[in-house]
């Protein structure tokens, strides 16, 4: 148990669906990540919330919308996805500060397994 | 170009060492870390480096170098636990934490 959560863990919805995942972190961080994985791809980052506040969007199709209501939860609305969009979606979180020499490492959800029927 | 290189696949057999590579360009450099990550689940941090040298951590240890843009981690008296997928990822902008470049991730299978 790393103290974020991540529902649902599996999760089929057609082209045409709506649907969200969530995340939530029990750790007291203030940034908190969506990421995709996909096979034989490296991780690929997509937000990043700091305080709150949506900081980085890696050019991210607008049919993936995330919202941060506060520091401990994060959700990405999906709509109108397509088949390409399947993947693990994995939830991380981390203290943001100026790093120095330290770690404050990424802790990671059990993710979300997405298909796109 | 960013880049992180990690070998695909390693063997290795249970209560032996192995040394798994990563090699790295990136612009600037902040910190090299190591996740562990088993099939279906998330990663799982296991170290960091920003310092040259190695850095032990019970069975497990990490080297880097900076001037070769190299690392390695070390896993000692392997068990069969240890079959694995083992990402390296680099820190490359100094003052932010955030983004990391992560590699493909290195796959060992520890065999009886």
């Known amino acids: 148990e790393t103290g974020v959560t991540q529902t649902p863990r599996h999760l089929v919805m057609g082209m045409t669906n709506k649907k969200s995942l969530k995340c939530e972190q029990h750790?007291?961080?203030?940034?908190m990540y969506w990421y995709k994985q996909s096979a034989k791809k490296p991780l690929e980052l997509m937000f990043v919330?700091?305080?709150?506040?949506?900081?980085e969007n890696n050019s991210v199709p607008s049919r993936f919308s995330p919202e941060c209501p506060n520091s401990s939860h994060l959700f990405l609305h999906l709509h109108t996805l397509q088949p390409e969009d399947s993947a693990l979606y994995l939830c991380?979180?981390?203290?943001?500060?100026?790093?120095?020499?330290?770690?404050?490492?990424?802790?990671f959800g059990p993710g979300t397994r997405l298909t796109v029927t | 170009g960013q880049n992180i290189d990690q070998p695909t696949e390693m063997t290795a057999t249970e209560g032996a060492i192995v040394q798994i590579n990563c090699t790295y360009q990136?612009?600037?450099?902040?910190?090299l870390f190591w996740y562990q990550q088993h099939a279906g689940e998330a990663p799982t941090f296991l170290s960091y480096?920003?310092l040259d040298g190695l850095e032990e951590k019970g069975r497990f240890s990490s080297f880097l170098s900076r001037s070769k843009g190299y690392s390695y981690l070390l896993l000692k008296e392997l068990q069969m636990k240890d079959s694995a997928s083992y990402l390296c990822?680099?820190?490359?902008?100094?003052?932010?934490?955030?983004?990391?470049?992560w590699g493909l991730g290195t796959s060992l299978a520890v065999n009886p």
């Open positions: 480096n920003v």
């Open positions: 919330y700091s305080l709150e506040e949506r900081v």
């Open positions: 991380a979180s981390s203290q943001n500060r100026d790093p120095g020499q330290g770690a404050y490492e990424q802790y």
């Open positions: 990822a680099v820190r490359g902008n100094a003052g932010n934490n955030r983004k990391l470049i």
């Open positions: 990136t612009s600037g450099f902040n910190g």
């Open positions: 750790l007291g961080h203030n940034a």
